[in-house]
């Protein structure tokens, strides 16, 4: 093959990929693009952003934004850009590549989390209801600051549950050794415990509704009352986990902010469409991945690619397994045809669909492709893929007040992710990542690649 003159190397790796390092004062445009907003608003063909400083100076068609003189160009014509994602549900720390236990839990792993969760095009990732309380807020600060190279935004959110309540068995075992579930037992042990976190600065609570099948004790009324009007009093949201119709109705009826998993095995009723026509609460799903832990059973190479061999083939055992129970027959058919009449049952009465995921619940439910199954399975039960990314962009934005990031626009961060084909055609588009920007840095994935692919075994 003819070698080329350096110079057209410099220029085209200048054209194509190279965009300033992060607190580069150098203005860039981005030329071309469909430009998916990540509101309500229709796709801009041949759009043009301009980023400085980390973030979107402007954003719109060609004709109508002006392009500074002597700015970089990157040239992204046939490409499509949407704004990086925002999930408001994992469970991050336990799992470490092949082992999955409360020791890994250290700032180190988080960060491993946070990146696999960039390396997919996910901006901010929430641990919800079991992170460990002080690793966390440090873990928060130390990013913020600065000290970490990029990565998804970590955030912290603790949950609430009776003793020995909460977190389902795999999970409770492992939070218990840490202690970090909020147990409570009465409404005045639940306004003390909200006010602990209020003095945290903490803006956001979970709580699970639960008794699993009669196995757990389960929050009383008016205990998870308390939390609900403790937390509102302080501006706070609350999470409310609840699988059945029953517990589903009472915690939107006590005005919970968020609506955590879907009833899959009850039809719905009216009363409770009626109440989700008047609150309109947020959804949070968390659909996907019961279904396909990772895309790995699919054999899908986007999620193969972050992933040890070993682990692969460990999660491959564990879902053919499992294929074997019960749960893959004919009663995981009932449970789809329920939900394939529940969920635009849910949509059309007004529930807000945020992106949630439960990764890292389980051994081998790892980080980054989780989001990427939870759209297409939104997509797959009656959404459109334009509903899909506001859910997963936007949407959770508003929910977790990330006034900055969350949609293409001006004054927002610049975090987004470059896609070779358009997830408006077929949501499963979402995975042609070209490439991912965080504060307007192109985020290195291939650099990350040897570390996920070579990760070993822990005993
Ligand atoms: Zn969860």
Redesign the pocket.
């Known amino acids: 093959m003819r070698k080329l003159p350096s110079w057209i190397v410099l220029v085209s790796i200048g054209a194509i990929s190279c965009a300033p390092d992060a607190g580069s004062p150098g203005t860039v445009v981005y030329e071309g693009a469909r430009l998916i907003i990540g509101d309500e608003t229709p796709p801009i063909e041949d759009g043009v952003f301009v980023v400085a400083d980390g973030r979107f100076v402007a954003v719109g068609a060609r004709s109508e934004v002006t392009t500074p003189a002597g700015a970089t160009r990157v040239n992204l014509a046939g490409k499509t850009v949407m704004p990086a994602m925002i999930n408001v549900?994992?469970?991050v720390g336990y799992e470490g590549y092949t082992s999955w236990r409360p020791e890994n839990q250290t700032s180190e792993n988080i960060l491993d989390h946070m990146q696999r969760a960039a390396f997919y095009g996910t901006a901010a990732t929430v641990s919800?209801?079991?992170s460990p309380t002080e690793l966390s807020l440090q873990f928060e600060r130390d990013q913020r600051a600065g000290k970490f190279p990029p990565a998804s935004r970590y955030l912290f959110m603790p949950g609430m549950a009776p003793p020995n309540g909460g977190?389902d068995r795999v999970?409770r075992e492992a939070t218990n050794v840490l202690r970090v579930v909020n147990e409570v037992t009465t409404p005045d042990e639940a306004r003390a415990a909200v006010q602990r976190m209020v003095s945290q600065q903490i803006e956001h609570v979970?709580m699970w509704v639960d008794d699993r099948g009669g196995n757990y004790p389960k929050l009383a009324p008016e205990v998870y009352e308390a939390i609900v009007d403790e937390a509102h009093r302080h501006g706070m949201t609350v999470h409310a986990?609840a699988i059945r119709l029953a517990d589903q109705k009472a915690v939107v009826a006590a005005g919970a902010d968020v609506l955590?998993?879907m009833v899959q095995r009850q039809p719905l009723d009216e009363e409770f469409l009626a109440l989700l026509r008047e609150k309109r609460p947020y959804w949070a799903t968390?659909i996907g991945l019961g279904d396909t832990p990772n895309g790995v059973c699919a054999r899908d190479p986007f999620f193969e690619q972050a992933l040890p061999d070993s682990l692969i083939a460990a999660i491959r055992a564990e879902t053919e397994r499992r294929s074997l129970a019960a749960n893959c027959g004919p009663p995981r058919q009932a449970r789809e045809s329920q939900m394939a009449i529940n969920f635009p049952q849910m949509l059309e009465a007004g529930a807000r669909v945020v992106l949630?995921t439960?990764t890292g619940?389980h051994p081998g439910h790892t980080f980054g492709s989780g989001e990427h199954v939870e759209l297409a399975r939104w997509v797959q039960l009656g959404m459109t893929p334009a509903q899909a990314i506001v859910a997963a962009t936007s949407r959770p934005a508003e929910l977790m007040g990330l006034a900055d990031l969350g949609t293409l626009a001006a004054g927002k961060r610049a975090a987004f992710i470059v896609l070779d084909a358009n997830p408006l055609d077929d949501i499963r588009n979402t995975r042609t990542i070209s490439s991912v920007y965080l504060d307007g840095a192109r985020f290195d994935r291939e650099a990350l690649l040897p570390r996920f692919k070579g990760m070993d075994p822990t005993p």
Do not use: E, F, N, Y
Request: charged share 10%.
């Open positions: 549900h994992a469970h919800i209801g079991t977190p999970l979970k986990h955590v998993h968390v949630a439960d619940i």
